[in-house]
């Protein structure tokens, strides 16, 4: 049976290591298991930037942070950019979405080609060329979404239920508090658990599903949880205790004069000083672990669908995530640093044809990284690679047994310039990045502005804790790490106006087009 269908499954914010099938002692999580077994678990997979939008955008387009240039959460990815979308319309097929995408539309670009109407172009472009299904981003109030809409018609009297309902609790004395304030996470959510976040969408996706028949489709199924605000429903807000959470990995070193100017200056933010108390870890852990395994139990009615469906025969599923987050880990909360607990996500993936039998129930550890998902789509549905674009490489080879030369490192971006660290620092607003390569055995990364790079010993120190950024003895392994990033930085795709069967016509063919210069 050939594949005729794709379920591209993402978690926003989930940890690579809150798996039971990834190792964590408490956290059961049997139907992202059942999907392990069935597939491919790649334990070493890595996004291209710690922060949701520029992840996503190149989970959707193939491409570096650097090459699509949407580098922050609402930075918009150009008019100009191809998506998964597009390269699917091409072949006459559309993507669709029940989720969240973070997309943000490129006003400015869609001005200039006057596309501020309502006509269908302006819509998916507005969408980065997701078809929706349904919508939800789960950030901040959306009064006017489907999903407000739909709360109303259940009951929530509110002119916005997701703030009244969805991320509100109340105490003992029948007070509503605020999910905002984490504190309250020890509490259900108002919401009731087949009305939350991650059952709406979950629901939406099953009579997408349903509504296929036979015809072919790719799903983009994107859950919000286990984003925050971190508020469970009922009853999984109390399936965990502190005692069944992994413990906080952080070294005094961290918190030490040495440590580097911005790492520094992170430590500093609201956030991350309010996971350096003891109850706040031992609050929102267990509210994390609980909205894990409610996206696992939603995920066994999507796997119960798909055979009833006989979706299990024909379907490519992806499973993964946007990145992590810190949960108190080297001091911090939130995410967008270079720690393997942000950069490091759950990557699962399953092929449905007999050539991936043999791989089946086993783990690769080969390096994946969030540019491979459009490139290995492609390769699934036969649409053309697109190598002009395409900066990611299918990993269907891996998963039919052949062994193709393979990357040795990954790499990952950040843009800073938008975070308080900078004001903090005396920095003016302009270009602040940095970025990450990652070996097996060496963690390297470069800052712009004159601050000193970063290095981590991952064979001697996988927990990352001594930045050995100013160690002068390693100067030859950061000379080795930057000339790796250099040579990353030249194998970038910015000519992305012609194909290359289109550049190989225009080769030397000045004479064709009756320019003569040169001759004698």
Same mark, same amino acid.
């Given at each position: 049976?050939?594949?005729?269908?794709?379920?591209?499954?993402? /978690?926003?914010?989930?940890?690579?290591?809150?798996?039971? /099938?990834?190792?964590?002692?408490h956290?059961?999580?049997?139907?992202?298991d059942?999907?392990?077994?069935?597939?491919?678990?790649?334990?070493?997979?890595?996004? +291209?930037?710690?922060?949701?939008?520029? &992840?996503?955008m190149?989970?959707?387009?193939?491409?570096?942070?650097? &090459?699509h240039?949407?580098?922050?959460?609402?930075?918009?990815?150009?008019?100009?950019?191809?998506t998964?979308?597009?390269h699917?319309?091409?072949?006459?097929?559309?993507?669709?979405?029940?989720?969240?995408?973070?997309?943000?539309?490129?006003?400015?670009?869609?001005?200039?080609?006057?596309?501020d109407?309502?006509?269908?172009?302006?819509?998916?472009?507005?969408?980065?060329?997701?078809?929706?299904?349904?919508?939800?981003?789960?950030?901040?109030?959306?009064?006017?979404?489907?999903?407000?809409?739909?709360?109303?018609?259940?009951?929530?009297?509110?002119?916005?239920?997701?703030?009244?309902?969805?991320?509100?609790?109340?105490?003992?004395?029948?007070?509503v508090?605020s999910?905002?304030?984490?504190?309250?996470?020890?509490?259900?959510?108002?919401?009731?658990?087949?009305?939350?976040?991650?059952?709406y969408?979950?629901?939406?996706?099953?009579?997408?599903?349903?509504?296929?028949?036979?015809?072919?489709?790719?799903?983009?199924?994107?859950?919000?949880?286990?984003?925050?605000?971190?508020?469970?429903?009922?009853?999984?807000?109390?399936l965990?205790?502190?005692?069944? /959470?992994?413990?906080?990995?952080?070294h005094?070193?961290e918190?030490?004069?040495?440590?580097?100017?911005?790492?520094?200056?992170? +430590?500093?933010?609201?956030?991350?000083?309010?996971?350096?108390?003891?109850?706040a870890?031992?609050?929102?852990?267990?509210?994390?672990?609980?909205?894990?395994?409610?996206?696992?139990?939603h995920?066994?009615?999507?796997?119960?669908?798909?055979e009833?469906?006989?979706?299990?025969?024909?379907?490519?599923?992806?499973?993964?995530?946007?990145?992590?987050?810190?949960?108190g880990?080297?001091?911090?909360?939130?995410?967008?640093l270079?720690?393997d607990?942000? +950069?490091?996500?759950?990557?699962?993936?399953y092929?449905?044809?007999?050539?991936?039998?043999?791989?089946?129930?086993?783990?690769?550890?080969?390096l994946?990284?969030?540019?491979?998902?459009?490139?290995?789509?492609?390769?699934?549905?036969?649409?053309?690679?697109?190598?002009?674009?395409?900066?990611?490489?299918?990993?269907?080879?891996?998963?039919r047994?052949?062994?193709p030369?393979?990357?040795?490192?990954?790499? &990952?971006?950040?843009?800073?310039?938008f975070?308080?660290a900078?004001?903090?620092?005396?920095?003016p607003?302009?270009q602040?990045?940095?970025?990450?390569?990652?070996?097996?055995?060496?963690k390297?990364?470069?800052?712009?502005?004159?601050?000193?790079? +970063?290095?981590?010993?991952?064979?001697?120190?996988?927990?990352?804790?001594?930045?050995?950024?100013a160690?002068?003895?390693?100067?030859?392994?950061?000379?080795?790490?930057?000339?790796?990033?250099l040579?990353?930085? /030249?194998?970038?795709?910015?000519?992305?106006?012609?194909?290359?069967?289109?550049?190989?016509?225009?080769?030397?063919?000045?004479k064709?087009?009756?320019?003569?210069y040169?001759?004698?």
């Amino acid at each position: 049976m050939s594949i005729r269908n794709v379920l591209f499954v993402m /978690c926003d914010q989930l940890r690579w290591d809150h798996l039971s /099938c990834a190792g964590h002692p408490h956290l059961r999580t049997p139907n992202i298991d059942a999907l392990a077994r069935r597939g491919v678990r790649f334990p070493n997979a890595f996004v +291209q930037s710690g922060i949701c939008g520029p &992840s996503r955008m190149s989970f959707y387009t193939g491409r570096y942070v650097a &090459s699509h240039g949407a580098t922050h959460n609402r930075v918009p990815l150009s008019v100009g950019e191809v998506t998964l979308g597009w390269h699917l319309r091409e072949s006459g097929r559309t993507l669709a979405l029940a989720g969240k995408t973070h997309v943000l539309p490129d006003a400015h670009g869609m001005r200039r080609l006057l596309l501020d109407g309502q006509h269908d172009l302006a819509a998916l472009l507005r969408e980065g060329w997701f078809t929706l299904v349904d919508r939800h981003d789960g950030h901040h109030a959306e009064p006017d979404s489907a999903y407000a809409h739909w709360l109303r018609a259940r009951g929530y009297d509110s002119p916005d239920p997701w703030t009244d309902y969805v991320i509100a609790v109340e105490d003992a004395e029948g007070r509503v508090l605020s999910g905002w304030k984490m504190r309250n996470l020890r509490l259900p959510a108002r919401v009731r658990e087949e009305h939350s976040e991650t059952a709406y969408t979950t629901d939406r996706a099953l009579d997408f599903m349903a509504r296929q028949g036979d015809a072919p489709w790719v799903l983009h199924l994107s859950y919000v949880k286990p984003h925050w605000p971190y508020v469970a429903p009922a009853p999984y807000h109390a399936l965990y205790r502190p005692e069944h /959470c992994l413990p906080v990995r952080r070294h005094p070193a961290e918190r030490g004069e040495g440590a580097h100017p911005v790492f520094r200056e992170f +430590q500093n933010e609201e956030v991350a000083e309010s996971f350096r108390s003891e109850e706040a870890i031992a609050t929102i852990r267990p509210a994390y672990q609980g909205l894990v395994r409610q996206v696992d139990d939603h995920l066994g009615r999507v796997w119960e669908a798909m055979e009833r469906l006989g979706r299990w025969r024909d379907t490519l599923v992806i499973f993964t995530s946007d990145h992590g987050d810190y949960l108190g880990d080297h001091w911090l909360g939130e995410k967008e640093l270079f720690h393997d607990c942000i +950069q490091k996500v759950p990557f699962l993936l399953y092929d449905p044809t007999a050539a991936a039998d043999a791989t089946r129930g086993t783990e690769d550890p080969r390096l994946v990284e969030a540019v491979d998902v459009v490139p290995t789509i492609l390769d699934a549905l036969g649409c053309d690679p697109a190598p002009h674009l395409i900066e990611g490489r299918s990993l269907l080879p891996l998963l039919r047994g052949e062994a193709p030369a393979w990357r040795e490192a990954v790499f &990952s971006e950040l843009d800073w310039t938008f975070r308080g660290a900078r004001r903090r620092l005396g920095l003016p607003v302009g270009q602040h990045y940095a970025w990450m390569v990652r070996t097996g055995r060496w963690k390297y990364v470069h800052w712009t502005g004159g601050l000193r790079p +970063q290095l981590f010993d991952l064979a001697a120190d996988p927990q990352e804790f001594h930045d050995l950024g100013a160690e002068s003895s390693l100067e030859g392994v950061r000379e080795e790490m930057r000339r790796r990033l250099l040579a990353w930085f /030249c194998g970038l795709k910015n000519r992305t106006t012609l194909t290359w069967p289109e550049a190989e016509f225009r080769t030397d063919r000045h004479k064709a087009a009756g320019v003569f210069y040169g001759e004698w």
